[in-house]
């Protein structure tokens, strides 16, 4: 989600934000976890370029690490107005290997 | 899209005929090439607002329909409470009452010419754009409230706006119906530092010259006139209006079956109009829209600032402002009975035709002006509602050209600093943040709004007024 809005690689994981959601449901889950990520983005101003999530039962906890938005480095080109529910899906492509997908709107 | 999905009924209007879930037909205002430009979604998509309960008449798509979220873009659809209608916040979209506004300047197109550069500067310094951009307002719990029932009235009694701009705002500046209480704390926290400011993506500041009168007693009425200049902006509701969104459309998705609604598709969430979580989102939108009306009044009043600057004597008197994700309480004539329906426009406006009562008087006898943008680097357009556009789509128009290409696609097409150079090689000064956001932002990457205005025009919706080509922009 980052990447949609400046280069992943000019983010410094410098600041720690803890944010727990729940869902019944994985994708729901994924996208609740998506929206706290936009609601913190939006109102501490920072980017968040690494992220730690463990996953138990329908609790997320999850920890995402950056920096506030330094206009003339990171450049951002749209703001994240929010998670949707289109194209949302999280599978097991392959053992150990997930996919977690939905459309933002900027 | 293929055209042979719908029922020919002339050159710019096609119809599905209801089956299945369908309670209504869908019908596509837009000329054969529109329709094939369009993707599939679109099909899909207006079929299933179609299914929803309580829509009355059709479920419509305006000449530049692209899919969106449940509702295409472009999309009109209108309920009845009193036959278990439903809103919907896909209907309504993430940016509740984003909209355009247009100020008229009187300048010619030579005085803007030759401060152009600096003009252009002093806008970008004083109206805050683009993402990390605060505004210079913040509002505190008991500001925000009266931000959120006042709109631009709340915005003119704190100094920002004049009184006369609030007869060229719809409803007068300020939506009846505002439920504070509804707008959660999450809301009021993402938009604590954000009054005032454009925000990014599509959300512009546009100093327009008028190139083109189509119809000229219309824009004498409008203050239009060929090579006079006007200054026009496009944003909404920011960061409170996009988590009310986030929030209801959760709330309904996940409440959707309790209320016995069979979602064709999750992203259509929506609630009976009279259930609880309906009249919440009810209120949480129109205070969103309060909102974004006094956003606009606030960087209106920025703009006015600055052109004082530079004109003394440039009042910048407001010719109107209109939103285009909306859901409205209006009377509409339904098979000659009036009826109180709760119409939503998603990426589409409101098109009042001459003589309707909300009009100012000035404006009464052309029609509510349709301020539809185009690209940065192409051409805008004024309309004025149609007589004709009350009986097509409940007074509704297009808003704009809508994408042809993706971000990420235009991204690979365009660098920023090759299309700030291009425009400024004719003539256009562009000022952005983000040289990205520039590049996805670039002309080519949407289609061509005379295209839809033409089809709009043609299908009786509303009619061509002026037609304006940008000379500087700032974008987030």
């Given at each position: 989600?980052?990447?949609?809005?400046?280069d992943?690689?000019?983010?410094?994981?410098?600041?720690?934000?803890?944010?727990?959601?729940?869902?019944h449901?994985?994708?729901l889950?994924?996208?609740?976890?998506?929206?706290?990520?936009?609601?913190?983005?939006?109102?501490?101003?920072?980017?968040?370029?690494?992220?730690?999530?463990?996953?138990?039962?329908?609790?997320?906890?999850?920890?995402?690490?950056?920096?506030?938005?330094?206009?003339?480095?990171h450049?951002?080109?749209?703001?994240?107005?929010?998670?949707?529910?289109?194209?949302?899906?999280?599978e097991?492509?392959?053992?150990?290997?997930?996919?977690?997908?939905?459309?933002?709107?900027? | 899209?293929?055209?042979?999905?719908?029922?020919?009924?002339?050159?710019?209007?096609?119809?599905?005929?209801?089956?299945?879930?369908?309670?209504?037909?869908?019908?596509?205002?837009?000329?054969?090439?529109?329709?094939?430009?369009?993707?599939?979604?679109?099909?899909?998509?207006?079929?299933?607002?179609?299914?929803?309960?309580?829509i009355?008449?059709?479920?419509?798509?305006?000449?530049?329909?692209?899919?969106?979220?449940?509702?295409?873009?472009?999309?009109?659809?209108?309920?009845?409470?009193?036959?278990?209608?439903?809103?919907?916040?896909?209907?309504?979209?993430?940016?509740?009452?984003?909209?355009?506004?247009?100020?008229?300047?009187?300048?010619?197109?030579?005085?803007?010419?030759?401060?152009?550069?600096?003009?252009?500067?002093?806008?970008?310094?004083?109206?805050?754009?683009?993402?990390?951009?605060?505004?210079?307002?913040?509002?505190?719990?008991?500001?925000?409230?009266?931000?959120?029932?006042?709109g631009?009235?709340?915005?003119?009694?704190?100094?920002?706006?004049?009184?006369?701009?609030?007869?060229?705002?719809?409803?007068?500046?300020?939506?009846?119906?505002?439920?504070?209480?509804?707008v959660?704390?999450?809301?009021r926290?993402?938009?604590?530092?954000?009054?005032g400011?454009?925000?990014?993506?599509?959300?512009?500041?546009?100093?327009?010259?008028v190139?083109?009168?189509?119809?000229?007693?219309?824009?004498?009425?409008?203050?239009?006139?060929?090579?006079?200049?006007?200054?026009?902006?496009?944003?909404?509701?920011r960061?409170?209006?996009?988590q009310?969104?986030?929030?209801?459309?959760?709330?309904?998705?996940?409440?959707?079956?309790?209320?016995?609604?069979?979602?064709?598709?999750?992203?259509?969430?929506?609630?009976?109009?009279?259930?609880?979580?309906?009249?919440?989102?009810?209120?949480?939108?129109?205070?969103?829209?309060?909102?974004?009306?006094?956003?606009?009044?606030?960087?209106?009043?920025?703009?006015?600032?600055?052109?004082?600057?530079?004109?003394?004597?440039?009042?910048?008197?407001?010719?109107?402002?209109?939103?285009?994700?909306?859901?409205?309480?209006?009377?509409?004539?339904?098979?000659?009975?009036?009826?109180?329906?709760?119409?939503?426009?998603?990426g589409?406006?409101?098109?009042?035709?001459?003589?309707?009562?909300?009009?100012?008087?000035?404006?009464?006898?052309?029609?509510?002006?349709?301020?539809?943008?185009?690209?940065?680097?192409?051409?805008?357009?004024?309309?004025?509602?149609?007589?004709?556009?009350?009986?097509?789509?409940?007074?509704?128009?297009?808003?704009?050209a809508?994408?042809?290409?993706?971000?990420?696609?235009?991204?690979?097409?365009?660098?920023?600093r090759?299309?700030?150079?291009?425009?400024?090689?004719?003539?256009?000064?562009?000022?952005?943040?983000?040289?990205?956001?520039?590049?996805?932002?670039?002309?080519?990457?949407?289609?061509?709004?005379?295209?839809?205005?033409?089809?709009?025009?043609?299908?009786?919706?509303?009619?061509?007024?002026?037609?304006?080509?940008?000379?500087?922009?700032?974008?987030?």
């Amino acid at each position: 989600m980052t990447a949609v809005i400046t280069d992943l690689n000019r983010v410094r994981p410098s600041q720690a934000v803890a944010i727990e959601c729940e869902a019944h449901e994985l994708d729901l889950l994924f996208y609740k976890w998506l929206n706290a990520l936009v609601f913190e983005m939006a109102t501490r101003c920072m980017l968040f370029g690494a992220f730690e999530v463990s996953i138990d039962g329908t609790r997320l906890k999850g920890l995402a690490r950056g920096e506030k938005v330094d206009r003339a480095r990171h450049a951002p080109a749209v703001e994240v107005k929010g998670a949707t529910l289109t194209e949302l899906k999280v599978e097991e492509q392959k053992p150990g290997c997930w996919l977690a997908q939905c459309i933002v709107d900027v | 899209m293929d055209v042979k999905l719908f029922d020919r009924i002339s050159n710019t209007e096609w119809h599905v005929a209801p089956t299945g879930a369908m309670r209504v037909p869908a019908v596509i205002f837009a000329t054969e090439g529109l329709i094939g430009d369009m993707d599939d979604k679109v099909f899909q998509q207006i079929t299933n607002v179609a299914t929803l309960p309580g829509i009355v008449r059709a479920a419509y798509a305006m000449p530049d329909a692209h899919w969106g979220y449940g509702f295409p873009i472009g999309g009109v659809a209108a309920f009845d409470a009193n036959a278990g209608g439903v809103i919907s916040a896909g209907g309504v979209g993430f940016d509740i009452s984003c909209g355009v506004r247009t100020h008229l300047t009187g300048l010619p197109r030579q005085y803007i010419e030759e401060r152009q550069n600096d003009l252009a500067s002093a806008l970008y310094r004083q109206v805050p754009v683009g993402v990390g951009a605060e505004g210079k307002i913040a509002l505190d719990d008991q500001e925000m409230t009266a931000m959120l029932t006042g709109g631009a009235a709340w915005a003119l009694g704190r100094g920002w706006g004049r009184a006369h701009d609030l007869e060229r705002i719809e409803e007068r500046g300020r939506c009846e119906g505002a439920d504070p209480a509804a707008v959660s704390d999450h809301a009021r926290k993402r938009q604590r530092r954000e009054m005032g400011t454009l925000g990014s993506g599509n959300h512009y500041l546009e100093v327009q010259e008028v190139v083109e009168i189509c119809d000229e007693p219309a824009a004498n009425a409008f203050g239009l006139k060929q090579g006079e200049c006007v200054v026009t902006i496009h944003c909404g509701s920011r960061g409170l209006g996009h988590q009310i969104g986030t929030e209801f459309l959760s709330e309904m998705a996940e409440t959707a079956e309790s209320h016995g609604i069979v979602l064709p598709d999750r992203e259509l969430a929506c609630a009976p109009i009279k259930s609880d979580v309906g009249q919440r989102y009810i209120g949480a939108m129109r205070a969103a829209t309060n909102c974004a009306l006094a956003n606009r009044e606030i960087i209106g009043h920025l703009a006015r600032q600055v052109f004082a600057q530079f004109f003394k004597h440039a009042e910048l008197p407001l010719l109107f402002d209109v939103s285009h994700n909306t859901c409205k309480l209006e009377e509409h004539d339904v098979d000659g009975t009036r009826k109180r329906l709760h119409v939503h426009r998603k990426g589409a406006t409101r098109a009042f035709g001459p003589g309707h009562p909300s009009l100012p008087d000035a404006l009464r006898p052309w029609g509510q002006p349709v301020l539809i943008g185009g690209s940065m680097g192409t051409q805008s357009f004024i309309l004025a509602g149609a007589s004709t556009s009350e009986a097509r789509a409940f007074s509704s128009a297009c808003h704009g050209a809508g994408r042809q290409m993706s971000r990420h696609q235009a991204l690979k097409t365009w660098m920023g600093r090759q299309v700030i150079d291009e425009l400024r090689a004719r003539g256009i000064v562009v000022r952005s943040p983000s040289s990205r956001g520039i590049a996805e932002e670039a002309p080519g990457a949407y289609k061509d709004v005379r295209a839809v205005v033409d089809a709009a025009e043609m299908a009786g919706l509303a009619k061509k007024v002026a037609r304006l080509q940008p000379m500087i922009c700032i974008k987030g």
